[in-house]
């Protein structure tokens, strides 16, 4: 298929028929205790282009827990105007090991391998915070704006969920400040990142988010938010980091730049071009949508839309 011939309604046909048959298949993230009640049997996908369509099929209305995603806004919003001291903070490296994993922290000196295991992006909601005074209203607001939803917000019953079994990100956030690696109080840092996880959007909204990233940079009202270098090193980062220790397998399978989360969403963008949305709640082994990673297979093998 040309780029010229590809028709989006078709190819969502295609992804529709081979999705269903899987649709309930992979395990409900419950490590959230709010997590695990949400419907296993949903699924959505979302197209949106860089020329403003939004092609969409299944759920896509429903909200889901952002989870992770929320990282790539949040990376996004610190390396904004050509800022770059999140770099002395974080690495840019595939950690293979868990996102929530203590042990290579420690040996590491408290500076996490990237921006997208949860110790990087407790990392890069300290800086959030220092840079503005509020991350998360920050973050809210940036969403609000790129998906046009003036009533996007955190779920606070989730936040508390997150609060109340996240003693393995407090401990993360306390080694980081153990080694000096904290500019805000711990429990401040993990309020705003608790609440940042827990914000809730539907998948047509998630495609539209991420034509910032699509558009290298470029909000929906024109604005230059990040420059070219910025947009491309963030996607450069979802490629290598984004879905957790498959990203390999994401690469050969996808070959685009994605970011996945435990609610069951995953972001992929192909630059230039569309920002792509998928959400199916049931995880795989590695913590990834089965849904997800089985829709954007099928699309970039129908559409050759790869960064290969
Ligand atoms: O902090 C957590 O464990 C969750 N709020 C987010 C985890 C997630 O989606 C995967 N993280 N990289």
New binding site residues.
């Given amino acids: 298929m040309s780029d010229d011939d590809i028709d989006l309604e078709d190819v969502l046909a295609l992804v529709m028929e081979r999705v269903r048959p899987r649709i309930g298949e992979g395990r409900v993230a419950d490590y959230?205790p709010e997590l695990g009640r949400v419907d296993p049997a949903r699924f959505g996908f979302a197209v949106a282009t860089t020329e403003g369509e939004v092609h969409t099929v299944g759920d896509t209305g429903v909200r889901f827990s952002m989870?992770?995603i929320t990282k790539v806004f949040t990376l996004a919003l610190v390396t904004q105007k050509g800022d770059t001291h999140i770099w002395d903070r974080v690495l840019r490296e595939p950690s293979g090991n868990a996102?929530?994993s203590l042990y290579q922290l420690e040996f590491e000196n408290g500076v996490p391998r990237n921006p997208?295991?949860?110790p990087g992006a407790l990392v890069v909601t300290d800086e959030l915070l220092a840079n503005t005074g509020d991350a998360f209203t920050a973050l809210r607001d940036l969403l609000r704006a790129e998906t046009g939803d003036p009533d996007l917000d955190a779920d606070e019953v989730t936040a508390r969920s997150?609060q109340e079994s996240g003693d393995r990100?407090r401990s993360l956030a306390y080694l980081m400040a153990g080694f000096g690696n904290m500019r805000n109080p711990v429990p401040d840092v993990l309020d705003h990142y608790f609440r940042q996880?827990s914000i809730t959007i539907t998948t047509e909204e998630l495609a539209r988010a991420g034509l910032l990233l699509a558009r290298h940079g470029v909000r929906g009202d024109g604005s230059r938010m990040l420059d070219r270098a910025a947009a491309r090193r963030i996607m450069a980062i979802m490629l290598t980091c984004g879905t957790?220790d498959a990203a390999g397998d994401f690469a050969y399978r996808v070959g685009l730049p994605c970011k996945s989360?435990?609610g069951g969403g995953i972001l992929a963008v192909v630059p230039g071009r569309y920002s792509i949305a998928a959400w199916g709640p049931g995880l795989d082994a590695k913590?990834n949508s089965v849904t997800g990673a089985l829709a954007l297979d099928t699309f970039t093998e129908a559409t050759h839309c790869s960064v290969f």
């Fill in positions: 959230i989870q992770s996102f929530n997208f295991i949860n997150e990100n996880c957790y989360g435990v913590g």
